[in-house]
């Protein structure tokens, strides 16, 4: 694997106010034991838990560095593997690093996994109000703000039905509304407007842009790349779990793209 390249160069931590808000991430890695056979016996197994013996290390992310700023948007981009959700689960606190760390200054609103945190037994007002609070809103704001996400997620006459009988796009609206109303300095999307119609996509989209007009922080993992020219200024590829290339969207997805298409076809030669 060749050193990292990167196309412009990074703004230190050091460049931005000390109470400025944004995510701040120094020589992140992340490394899983991968087991290779089942030992025959419990006792083996013990002793292999205890000396890692028959696993191997895999890093999915290894030595990842960089900023983003006030008012800043960056798509991080790469293959399926590359360690995009990894990275995206470190920066919201989801598991510790094993190498480097991460600095999150401001409240953060995330789109993981579709309905993550939302309990399918609980009513849709109920999930609003545990995913609001969890998100840093006090249960007066959430109140005040409650008719407001329900009109934006479209869900008025299905809010008091439990979660598991919503479709998966209704719970992707429950998500995005709730997220975009906590008021966050940083917006955390993860292929998380995949799902849904065009309706409603375009409506998120046009909140993101909102979002953006006012100095707030965006993060977003996607494989469509007219979204990330749209959204986002600057792209960090990802490889294997590598930082590839660092800067400017249209000099980092271009090379991207180039890379993909290359490996497309000459998979489909191989087949041949």
């Known amino acids: 694997m060749t050193s990292a390249q990167i196309l412009s160069s990074r703004t230190s931590a050091s460049s931005y ?23 025959p016996t419990l006792q083996d197994t013990v002793l292999a838990m205890v000396k890692r013996a028959g696993s191997a290390p895999f890093w999915a992310l290894r030595d990842v560095s960089f900023n983003v ?41 995330a789109l993981l996994e579709l309905g993550a945190g939302f309990h399918p037994h609980l009513t849709g007002r109920e999930n ?9 809103l006090r249960r ?28 998966q796009g209704m719970q992707m609206r429950l998500a995005f509304a709730v997220a975009i109303n906590v008021d966050p300095a940083v917006m955390i999307i993860d292929e998380g407007l995949s799902v ?26 996607s494989h469509d790349m007219s979204m990330v020219r749209n959204f986002c200024s600057r792209a960090i590829w990802l490889r294997r779990g590598r930082l590839m290339a660092e800067g400017p969207v249209e000099s980092v997805v271009p090379r991207y793209e180039a890379v993909m298409q290359n490996e497309a076809l000459a998979g489909s030669s191989g087949s041949n």
């Not at 959700?85 to 953060?108: A, M």
């Open 69 to 109: 700023g006030p008012g800043e948007s960056i798509a991080i981009i790469g293959g399926n593997g590359a360690g995009k959700s990894t990275l995206l689960r470190l920066i919201c606190g989801l598991g510790r690093p094993t190498t480097g760390q991460v600095d999150v200054r401001g409240r953060v609103a």
């Open 140 to 167: 007066s704001e959430v109140r005040e703000q409650f008719d407001a996400i329900v009109e934006f997620a479209e869900l008025q006459a299905f809010i008091d039905q439990p979660l598991r009988t919503y479709s």
């Open 17 to 39: 106010d000390a109470d400025s808000t944004g995510v701040f991430v120094r020589n992140l890695g992340k490394r899983y034991w991968l087991q290779q056979s089942l030992p």
């Open 128 to 136: 609003l109000y545990v995913s609001a609070i969890v998100g840093g």
């Open 196 to 221: 849904g119609d065009a309706h409603f996509q375009q409506k998120c989209l046009e909140r993101i842009q909102g979002f953006r007009r006012a100095g707030k922080s965006l993060i977003m993992v």
